[in-house]
């Protein structure tokens, strides 16, 4: 049963720390996405990448977010300096169809 | 601006009977469109999807109806049972881009 993991599930840090999220996308897809949810704005997508490549990164905030795939196995989102504001589930998802996307079961990050 | 709207954030209906989920959208480029369930602590997971090619897509007990000219679209869940209580996400593509645009969600009750 293939599926998409992401590591940590959850992490709590303070204000100012740097937080690294890791994704394993199903074998054979190479279309792997990030999303944050929230309450207020629900599922955004925050960067997408295509062959390992980044193809659209305009919904992530440039300054202290950084995502990529060192390998096709593994992509990274980082947030350095974290923020409260920060505060959201993170979700990766994969896929090979131009549609379907795969989720993962989410890193919950909170900044105190 | 929300280009993917779900003006309900909830709805509440007894086992057995309909649960219709509405979903309007903005953008005229827009050309497929999925509906994606979430339990808690879990990621979304894909339910069911329509070409703008089509008004109808019907899976089992789950149907989803495009009306193009209103930008709306919906999902019918004939009968509700329990195990349908999630939130239910909207979501439209449109292009040859990979990105989805969801919509903030709506929480299903179903009450036995």
């Known amino acids: 049963d293939a599926r998409v993991t992401q590591t940590p599930r959850d992490k709590v840090t303070e204000m100012g720390q740097e937080v690294t999220m890791r994704c394993q996308p199903i074998l054979g897809h190479n279309t792997v996405f990030w999303y944050r949810q929230t309450m207020m704005q629900g599922l955004e997508l925050l960067a997408y990448?295509?062959?390992?490549?980044?193809?659209?990164d305009s919904g992530m905030p440039k300054d202290r977010f950084s995502a990529e795939m060192p390998d096709a196995t593994l992509a990274t989102l980082k947030i350095q300096p974290s923020e409260p504001r920060d505060s959201a589930v993170y979700f990766c998802?994969?896929?090979?169809?131009?549609?379907?996307?795969?989720f993962g079961p989410g890193t919950r990050l909170t900044v105190l | 601006d929300q280009q993917v709207k779900q003006n309900s954030p909830s709805l509440s209906v007894q086992e057995g009977r309909i649960s219709i989920l509405n979903c309007d959208y903005t953008n005229s480029m827009f050309d497929y469109f999925l509906w994606y369930k979430k339990y808690p602590a879990e990621g979304p997971t894909f339910l069911i999807s329509i070409s703008s090619i089509k008004d109808k897509n019907e899976d089992g007990r789950f149907t989803v109806f495009l009306n193009k000219s209103a930008k709306h679209l919906s999902l019918h869940i004939v009968p509700s049972q329990p195990g349908d209580s999630a939130v239910y996400f909207c979501?439209?593509?449109?292009?040859?881009?990979?990105?989805?645009?969801f919509g903030k969600g709506t929480l299903l009750t179903v009450n036995p």
């Open positions: 998802a994969s896929g090979t169809t131009l549609y379907e996307q795969f």
């Open positions: 990448f295509r062959n390992r490549a980044p193809l659209d």
């Open positions: 979501a439209a593509s449109g292009g040859s881009n990979y990105k989805l645009t």
